[in-house]
């Protein structure tokens, strides 16, 4: 099992920035990727950024690549998402989650933090 705890969210202007983080204790392995999907209001969740947890490998969605950045401190098993040029489509609950399966999987779940972008 795989414990998820995130942080960071809040009310930003369009063009600012946010960073979320998330501290994973329990079970992982190197081979697991990290990071997050989101979840607007009315609208299914969607992958925005992983990274393996060896470190290896990053991927993002289209719509922020340029925009945000993962990244991972072994040492405090937390993961960031730097958020910078925030737009208001941006505005979603944001889900911390752990994959076996693949970088665009998820199989823990982290309870969400709230991202809201105002124009």
């Known amino acids: 099992q795989v414990q998820l705890v995130e942080s960071g969210g809040g009310l930003v202007q369009a063009g600012g920035s946010l960073r979320l983080s998330c501290a994973a204790s329990g079970r992982t392995f190197s081979t697991d990727y990290i990071g997050w999907f989101r979840q607007a209001p009315g609208k299914e969740r969607k992958f925005v950024a992983t990274?393996?947890?060896?470190?290896?490998?990053?991927y993002y969605a289209d719509s922020v690549e340029g925009r945000f950045t993962i990244s991972r401190d072994n040492a405090k098993n937390t993961v960031y998402l730097q958020m910078n040029s925030l737009k208001p489509e941006d505005t979603a609950v944001y889900y911390c989650?752990?994959?076996?399966?693949?970088?665009?999987?998820?199989?823990?779940w982290g309870q969400g933090t709230q991202v809201t972008v105002s124009s």
């Open positions: 990274i393996r947890y060896d470190g290896g490998s990053t």
């Open positions: 989650a752990v994959s076996r399966r693949g970088w665009s999987q998820a199989d823990y």
